[in-house]
Structures are given as C-alpha cells and as structure tokens.
C-alpha cells in the first residue's frame, strides 16, 4: 500500500478566503481520495478522482491530479467556518488497501 | 441505515485490564479496519479483516486480538492495557479491501491510566 503525503501540516485563512491543500505520492496509482475529519469524528469521504482525470468539481471543492507530478491538490473555495478540519489523501494502487497520511489541519477563522 | 457503529464512545481502563471495543456496519461490506489516531497523527492500521473468516495485522499489532465474529461485526480486544494504548480507536469498513471507499464509526476515546 502506498501513503500519500500531505503539504501543509498546518493551513490557517480567514473565512471566504480559499484554501489549497497538496497531496504528493510516489508509484502509480489508479485513482485518489480525499477525505475530511472534524475534531473528534471519523474520516469522511469526500471525493475520488480517477487517473486519466485532470480536475473534479464537487460542490465548493476542485480536486487536481497531475500524474507526471505524482501530486494532487484540494482546493476550498470561499471557505467557512464549517470547513475546519483535518484532510486526508489516498492514493490508490491496484491490489492494495487505502493508507491514510498525516493529513493537513485547516483552521478556518470568522 | 446506521453505517458504521462502535461502542462504547469512552472508556477508562487501569493499567492491566482487558475490554473488547465493538464495531458494527450495516452496508453488507465485506472488509472491515481497526485504525488508532493519536494526537496530531494520522491513522495507523492496526487490524483489518479482508473477508468474513479472514484477519490480518497491520501496522501495529501487539497488544490486539481481533475478532471477526460475522459479515457485520469485527471487535478488537485489548488483552492487558498499557498506557501506551490510550488513543481514539476508529473502525472503518469497505465493499472490498483493495483500494475501496472507506467508511468511518465515530470512534472510542480510550485512556489507560
């Protein structure tokens, strides 16, 4: 299995500001989640994008795969409060379970 | 329809006392994971169970047993708590092993003491 890395550990805005998130891997993979967890809870998943897709929409999300780069990048538009949390990635390879890194704390401030 | 269920929420053992924690799902997945979180860390692996009548360890064994008693439930047993098992334990669940959504209970808060 193979465990994404998560760039920043740590990400502070301002409400409506956006928020970037990056993920980087190192062998190839089939596709990549991305999943939230808020204080306390269990992970979420958020959005899955495949590796022959360059760019997924879900809602105020944009999520990037750019596969030469062996990275990806989460994207919050127009942040809220709501949005604190801790965001995993996790990259998929064939025949192999999800791992999960040590994902990024966004702090979103009213 | 529930999802993924544990029980308890919290719990406080002494050093050297055992407590099975309990996870249940309701989606008819079939593979099912322990996970620990400490603070300001990611989640380790501890146990996982591919298929009912299937268990294999992960990152962090020692000190578990598991236990995959049907399709639905997989429990993990702490034999004698050490403090170094104090961590929020999350249990998780998919349609298949590899490289599936997975889909999260909300966790038990345990601190030995």
């Known amino acids: 299995s193979q465990q994404g890395e998560e760039d920043p550990q740590a990400l502070s805005i301002q409400e409506g500001e956006n928020a970037t998130m990056n993920c980087s891997y190192k062998t190839s993979i089939n596709n990549l989640q991305w999943y939230r967890q808020n204080s306390g809870r269990g992970l979420v998943h958020l959005i899955l994008?495949?590796?022959?897709?360059r760019e997924k929409h879900s809602g105020r999300l944009r999520v990037t795969l750019d596969t030469s780069k062996k990275s990806s990048s989460l994207l919050i538009t127009a942040s809220r409060a709501a949005d604190t949390a801790s965001y995993f990635c996790a990259p998929e390879t064939s025949g192999s379970r999800l791992t999960f890194g040590e994902g990024t704390q966004l702090t979103v401030n009213p | 329809n529930a999802g993924v269920t544990q029980t308890p929420k919290f719990q406080v053992l002494k050093t050297g006392q055992s407590m099975t924690l309990q996870c249940a799902q309701d989606m008819n997945h079939n593979s099912m994971y322990w996970y620990r979180q400490d603070p300001g860390m990611g989640l380790r692996l501890i146990y996982y169970?591919?298929?009912?009548?299937?268990?294999d360890k992960g990152e962090v064994p020692n000190g578990y047993n598991v236990s995959r008693l049907n399709k639905r439930e997989f429990s993990l047993r702490l034999e004698s708590a050490a403090p170094s098992q104090t961590s929020v334990y999350f249990c998780?669940?998919?349609?298949?092993?590899?490289?599936?959504?997975?889909?999260f209970g909300p966790g038990t808060r345990l601190t030995v003491l």
């Open positions: 994008i495949r590796s022959n897709e």
């Open positions: 169970s591919a298929s009912e009548g299937t268990t």
């Open positions: 998780a669940s998919s349609p298949l092993v590899q490289a599936d959504t997975q889909y």
